[in-house]
């Protein structure tokens, strides 16, 4: 038996329906409570270390009065119930917020009327608390479990009252992941983990250069390996077939594949970087211009600067893998996605059945960052099971994962500030050059002079949160064949690794401290609008101010030693600001040592699951300054494991004092993208304060710096 909560398609609160046996009542089932009172709930957003399921059923209990030790979760699967999953741009709380709460309180409502109705009293006198209802009077008290059967027959409140924030019990408290048990032990289980009967594993040899075909391969020679039993050309390749994963990664390095001639003009990204940078010096679609509207102060001084940034892999631990059984009309998917609806419809797509015919089980993450907003591993899959006509495996390689992914883009961009060194900056221009998203298919720039649609491909830039009184942003188009898309806080990195050094670079000529030369560019209206999005000022120099007064900013610094600071603005909701210390040793190597950082993402959910993410977001940052990036010569990429593209490792990690700021935003706001744009140029400035030397490009290297 069981109470069930559900909503429709729109997101919104539906009646239960309770069948006669009060097994379970639906359209959806995000919420359940049963006969023991054990509340369950549904979720739909994907795990990949990030500790979303603890948050959001944290609310649920919260809203709920539930007792803690009573919740239980269950992964959401695609189906009509529910038709939008998907994990990504940092609004897993933000977008569950308000309707994880109204579910929680409509439940709770129905339940204290259920228990006043069974005693005959007002039900004002009742209160819930604890997975349970309490008469005040007599302290009479009904489990949720004995009230579960009749709250089911009750109409669901159109507006259930939601608790003000100062009688939360567990919403803002530090709180152990719900799974954090099972993680830790073994007992979770994630798309490498997942054993069905009869299961086939497959390794896939593809293309190693952009538009590569196989012209001849060894299939004998693999066959004759034991434990080998198919050889089979896919769509993305030669995949061998085995009992194990590892005979069959031995009977695809036996196949010898012969391709077709490496072109001598394939694609360079060194070409690439120099037409990047040549385009962002031209003229591009504007997406931001504000005049003065008084007369211009007068400037003294122009500055122009160029900055890089390169391809980058996701690189997750897990790579890619999908576990894939296809029957004459029913296709069942095993699969760590953050796309599950996509996937389903895609899968469907090439096996000819309708979407409801591709069941999707969404399988714990090891790691995502929006590399599993693609679903090429999975048609993969698909496509040999149906061909074997048995369920099969695939999983990548890591250097599958680092060569075939689809990459951050790179870009280039070129900014200019005039000012006066004994005021402030006049005028501001900032060109990014970059490439619309090619996930699926290489494809050419979109043909829109659309201002919002740029806009989206270039954050940080025009949502430049200063005053400055004349501001010019725009975006040139470049066109690149390399499959590239959505990457850990997708556009913004390269934008606020450009605009904060540059920021420093015009304090630094205005002989400036460049965190006070910050809080004097924050000065005038509190509340301004870039494009779409609201920026407040007050919550940037807050954060600003604590970590100056946190980070010891004034003290001075050892030889070959320096400080750096940057900030930034996510969405126009999430406001970051770090202040970080390096040292620089005669042969360039660089340390980071500490970095100080100040947050305000709107209301905290779970303060400690909020830390874990905004250091994950630094050493992420961390990685892409000081580790690899991706090289392309002749259409292949260079780079293959973690030996070739660096990624910081546990002995690179600096003391890390985290300062969350208490925010007045009713509500929460994302915190898996936000810590990563801001990181990248504290370090970076933080290396000019300790050598002079100005990093415009990265990743740093130590040849740069003197090494």
């Not at 979770?188 to 075909?213: C, F, N, Q, T």
């Not at 037409?275 to 003229?283: D, N, V």
């Not at 494009?531 to 120099?541: A, E, K, M, Q, V």
């Not at 993410?613 to 990036?629: F, N, R, T, V, Y």
């Amino acid at each position: 038996m069981a109470f069930v909560l559900g909503f429709d398609s729109k997101r919104k609160l539906v009646a239960a329906e309770s069948s006669a046996a009060f097994k379970e009542f639906k359209p959806n089932g995000w919420i359940r409570i049963d006969e023991k009172g054990a509340v369950t709930l549904t979720i739909g957003k994907s795990e990949m270390g990030q500790g979303v399921r603890t948050s959001l059923a944290m609310i649920l209990a919260d809203e709920l009065e539930a007792d803690w030790s009573r919740i239980s979760i269950v992964q959401a699967s695609p189906g009509p119930d529910f038709t939008r999953l998907g994990t990504g741009g940092s609004w897993s709380l933000g977008g569950s917020w308000k309707i994880l709460r109204q579910a929680g309180a409509a439940a709770r409502e129905m339940l204290i009327s259920a228990a006043a109705a069974r005693w005959k009293v007002d039900r004002a006198q009742c209160a819930a608390e604890n997975s349970g209802v309490v008469h005040r009077q007599t302290g009479r008290r009904f489990d949720y479990g004995a009230l579960a059967k009749d709250a089911a027959a009750l109409p669901v409140p159109a507006d259930p009252p939601l608790k003000p924030a100062n009688q939360f019990r567990i919403i803002g408290h530090s709180t152990r992941r719900i799974d954090g048990h099972d993680i830790v032990t073994g007992k979770a289980r994630y798309g490498i983990d997942v054993r069905v009967p009869k299961m086939l594993h497959a390794s896939v040899e593809r293309s190693p250069w952009l538009d590569a075909k196989p012209l001849h391969w060894n299939a004998e020679k693999a066959r004759a390996i034991q434990g080998v039993r198919a050889v089979v050309p896919i769509s993305t390749g030669i995949a061998v077939v085995a009992d194990t994963t590892w005979t069959a990664m031995k009977g695809r390095a036996a196949l010898g594949v012969e391709w077709s001639d490496q072109p001598s003009n394939g694609f360079d990204s060194n070409a690439h970087r120099a037409r990047l940078e040549k385009a962002c010096q031209g003229t591009g679609v504007i997406t931001r211009k504000e005049e003065p509207t008084e007369k211009a102060n007068p400037f003294t001084r122009t500055l122009e600067a160029t900055y890089f940034y390169p391809f980058y892999a996701h690189a997750p631990v897990e790579t890619m893998n999908c576990t894939a059984s296809v029957a004459a009309d029913h296709c069942t998917i095993w699969a760590p996605t953050q796309a599950p609806n996509l996937l389903q419809e895609e899968v469907a797509e090439l096996l000819g059945m309708r979407p409801g015919n591709v069941e999707v089980y969404v399988t714990l993450i090891g790691g995502g960052f929006g590399r599993r907003l693609g679903i090429d591993y999975a048609l993969e899959a698909a496509e040999l099971s149906r061909s074997l006509k048995a369920p099969v495996q695939v999983l990548w390689t890591r250097p599958d994962d680092m060569q075939h992914g689809h990459f951050q883009g790179a870009s280039a961009h070129w900014l200019s500030a005039s000012f006066d060194p004994k005021t402030s900056i006049v005028a501001w221009k900032h060109t990014e050059a970059g490439s619309p998203h090619n996930i699926d298919k290489p494809r050419k720039p979109e043909a829109t002079k659309d201002a919002a649609y740029y806009r989206d491909l270039s954050w940080g830039v025009y949502d430049i949160p200063y005053a400055i009184p004349a501001i010019e942003t725009a975006y040139v188009a470049v066109d690149v064949p390399v499959r590239h898309g959505p990457w850990r806080s997708v556009f913004a990195p390269s934008s606020v690794f450009a605009r904060e050094s540059f920021i420093d670079e015009v304090a630094a000529a205005s002989s400036a401290d460049p965190l006070a030369y910050r809080l004097k560019l924050l000065e005038g209206p509190d509340i301004v609008r870039a494009g779409s999005l609201t920026i407040d000022r007050r919550r940037l120099r807050k954060v600003l101010e604590v970590v100056r007064a946190k980070s010891d900013w004034g003290r001075p610094s050892g030889k070959g030693e320096g400080r750096g600071v940057a900030c930034n603005v996510y969405d126009g909701e999430t406001h970051v600001g770090y202040v970080v210390e390096v040292s620089v040793n005669d042969a360039g190597e660089v340390r980071v040592k500490r970095v100080t950082a100040a947050f305000d993402c709107g209301l905290i959910v779970n303060p400690t699951g909020l830390e874990q993410q905004i250091e994950s977001g630094i050493l992420w940052g961390m990685s892409s300054a000081l580790g690899g990036e991706i090289t392309f010569r002749n259409g292949q990429a260079q780079q293959s494991t973690f030996a070739d593209y660096a990624v910081a490792r546990m002995r690179d990690t600096p003391a890390i004092d985290v300062h969350l700021v208490q925010s007045d935003r009713p509500q929460p706001f994302g915190a898996g993208e936000p810590p990563v744009p801001p990181i990248v140029p504290a370090i970076t400035n933080a290396i000019f304060a300790a050598t002079g030397v100005r990093i415009r490009s990265l990743p740093i290297r130590p040849e740069n710096l003197g090494g």
